[in-house]
């Protein structure tokens, strides 16, 4: 046995990797976006977890697009109480414990969210004790990972929409993808979803024009129309040789998706909010998208996101990442054979930006993966906890 063997063996008869403080940091963060000269100022709403164990190591968990206070409370008053004493490296048992707690019959939301961000701090932990990036322990399979930018928000014109494309074309960015039918939201009282359609339509055509054949396009409706009109949609922009359809029917209706994917002949993308691995296995086994993306933010962690990956590399669908936060999800595409596009998403970027430190810049399309042990990159707690004093969205004090 090694020097470093024998080390980290008796680090781990001592306890040393043994938890002894959660502690989650709910954050409503105001991101103020420039691009093109088009300014706008928006929050998000964010939540880092921090794992101590008994040697001093400390790990950095984080979720988004939820409610960080309520997820922070899931954190601090019932999943940090359930993994207090256990060994951090620990991860499949400590996943299982927590879900069979907090989801035990298939039931997903805001406790789906609480589990990714421990199961990230843990895999984080588990990484630092052994010295190695997370992407090398995860697998290893390339040192970069391709990015593709979301750019082409709703809040945009047409014409700011088509100067922003060739704003980040020039910047050397070959993937492109757009929101579409925002303002269509189902079940309000917003504009005739069908003239909604019919300016996405313009739009994303307007995009094509802009950036030639040799940019990908994608677009991303976040769950906001019927079936009958993303099928309306994907008939309209079909020309525009788009790169896939993400989240194109409300609910992810899996049936409903799988009808549409039989009348397009646009790859179908889904699953960044989704919070239990079986929603994937319906997905694949009815044949409804031909791309999933879990997100490690979101999806129950590292530790399920490597079996959703499993199931599509066996089904032969692509995986890819959806919902942002690239910083952590580019360690799973980078280690996995199969993985592939990592969302960089121009508000979350610039709120990881905020909170964490030395993170990579994408360039030329790509993202460079740390050699440093971990994540590779760790929060300004300083920044943290002065972001955690900020009213939530909702309106209430942090005290
Ligand atoms: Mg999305």
Redo the contacts with the bound molecule.
């Keep these: 046995m090694s020097h470093a063997q024998a080390e980290l063996r008796n680090q781990l008869q001592a306890g040393a990797f043994d938890i002894v403080a959660v502690t989650a940091f709910p954050m409503n963060i105001p991101v103020d976006i420039e691009v093109v000269g088009i300014k706008r100022s928006m929050s998000l709403s964010a939540c880092l977890c921090e794992i101590e164990t008994r040697g001093g190591l400390k790990g950095y968990g984080f979720t988004a697009i939820t409610e960080e206070e309520v997820v922070a409370s899931a954190i601090n008053e019932v999943a940090g109480h359930l993994i207090q004493g256990e060994c951090a490296l620990d991860t499949e048992r400590l996943w299982e414990r927590l879900t069979w707690t907090m989801i035990p019959r298939g039931q997903s939301g805001y406790a789906s969210h609480a589990i990714a961000a421990i199961d990230i701090a843990l895999w984080d932990i588990k990484a630092k004790a052994l010295g190695l990036p997370l992407w090398r322990l995860l697998g290893g399979a390339r040192s970069e990972v391709p990015v593709y930018t979301t750019f082409g928000f709703s809040f945009l014109g047409r014409d700011e929409l088509v100067e922003a494309a060739r704003h980040w074309v020039a910047q050397g960015n070959t993937r492109l993808k757009m929101t579409v039918a925002a303002e269509a939201m189902l079940h309000r009282d917003h504009k005739p979803v069908n003239a909604v359609i019919a300016e996405d339509a313009r739009r994303v055509l307007a995009v094509r024009e802009a950036v030639g054949d040799d940019v990908e396009i994608y677009i991303?409706a976040?769950c906001n129309l019927d079936a009958v009109h993303a099928l309306q949609l994907a008939q309209r922009v079909e020309e525009a040789r788009i790169g896939f359809f993400?989240?194109p029917i409300m609910h992810n209706d899996i049936r409903q998706m799988a009808d549409l994917r039989q009348r397009t002949s646009i790859r179908i993308a889904a699953g960044?909010n989704e919070g239990q691995a079986y929603r994937f296995r319906d997905m694949l086994v009815q044949g409804a998208v031909d791309v999933v993306q879990p997100n490690v933010a979101i999806t129950g962690g590292y530790t399920q996101c490597l079996k959703i990956a499993g199931l599509a590399s066996a089904f032969n669908v692509s995986y890819a990442n959806?919902?942002a936060w690239p910083f952590h999800n580019m360690h799973i595409h980078a280690g996995l054979a199969n993985g592939s596009l990592v969302e960089y998403h121009h508000p979350a970027v610039l709120m990881s930006r905020m909170i964490y430190k030395d993170l990579p810049e994408a360039r030329n399309g790509k993202l460079a993966l740390p050699e440093t042990p971990g994540l590779g990159f760790e929060p300004d707690l300083d920044a943290v906890r002065e972001l955690c004093k900020r009213p939530s969205a909702r309106g209430r004090g942090k005290g």
Aim: proline share 0%.
């Design positions: 991303d976040n993400e989240e960044q959806g919902g």
